[in-house]
């Protein structure tokens, strides 16, 4: 069965400074990987998205991630965090292919709570 | 445009009683996926329903269903309640039937005493 690791539960970071969050995934092929950012009693705000192509890939307010096959990661980086940014960040994968014709809902890991001290 | 909208936002419910919560989806959206957040962890996937059809199913039990109408909406429904079923129930839309790229609603946070 596919799993989502989120090694760290907590990170705290200072306003200001660059942040990366970590994210590896097990599974028999390569999924479609998402970041998603979850603000306290929201729902959940898709970040960005890799499908193919470039492994470097950009998203919404100012994040990035690098997807690196050989690591079965997909690691979140943002150069200059702000206070706004303090939310539980989940890393999430979903097959490419689905057998039968069925679908999988997005395989989610633990999330990560970030911090951010002025 | 709106984004994906659930009532209630909050509801309050005594064990082995049922409830029914509400999802609508993105305009010109097809899928609409159900989640279960328990407090501390990530959303797990409970339905997958693509032109009123079920496609997927996660590892909950029969007490839950769900369905949807043609106008793409969904409810989920739990039935014979559970304390353990206190949680955040997502709601999730995307266009078309493998559900790929998701977008998620606020949430209906259920507490069953």
């Known amino acids: 069965a596919q799993s989502v690791t989120q090694p760290d539960i907590h990170i705290t970071v200072s306003e200001g400074a660059s942040l990366e969050l970590r994210c590896n995934y097990s599974?028999?092929?390569?999924?479609?990987l998402f970041w998603y950012v979850q603000s306290p009693g929201q729902g959940l705000q898709l970040l960005l998205k890799?499908?193919?192509?470039?492994?470097l890939v950009q998203g919404i307010k100012g994040f990035e991630a690098e997807f690196k096959r050989s690591q079965s990661s997909f690691n979140l980086r943002k150069p200059s965090v702000h206070w706004s940014d303090a939310a539980e960040y989940f890393c999430?994968?979903?097959?490419?292919?689905?057998?039968?014709?069925?679908?999988?809902?997005?395989?989610f890991g633990k999330g990560t709570h970030l911090i951010i001290q002025p | 445009d709106a984004g994906v909208t659930q009532s209630p936002t909050h509801l309050i419910k005594t064990r082995g009683q049922q409830v029914t919560l509400r999802c609508s989806p993105i305009?010109?959206?097809?899928?609409v996926s159900w989640y279960q957040q328990v407090l501390g962890q990530g959303p797990q996937f409970i339905f997958q329903?693509?032109?009123?059809?079920?496609?997927g199913r996660g590892n909950f039990p029969d007490r839950f269903s769900a369905r949807q109408f043609p106008n793409y909406s969904s409810e989920l429904n739990v039935n014979a309640l559970l304390l353990g079923d206190s949680a955040l129930y997502l709601c999730?839309?995307?266009?078309?039937?493998?559900?790929?790229?998701?977008?998620f609603g606020p949430g209906t946070r259920l507490t069953v005493t």
């Open positions: 999730a839309s995307s266009q078309g039937g493998m559900a790929y790229e998701q977008y």
């Open positions: 599974y028999g092929a390569t999924p479609y």
């Open positions: 890799y499908f193919s192509g470039d492994t």
């Open positions: 999430a994968v979903v097959p490419q292919l689905r057998s039968g014709g069925g679908a999988d809902g997005l395989t």
């Open positions: 305009s010109g959206h097809k899928s």
């Open positions: 329903y693509y032109e009123k059809e079920e496609r």
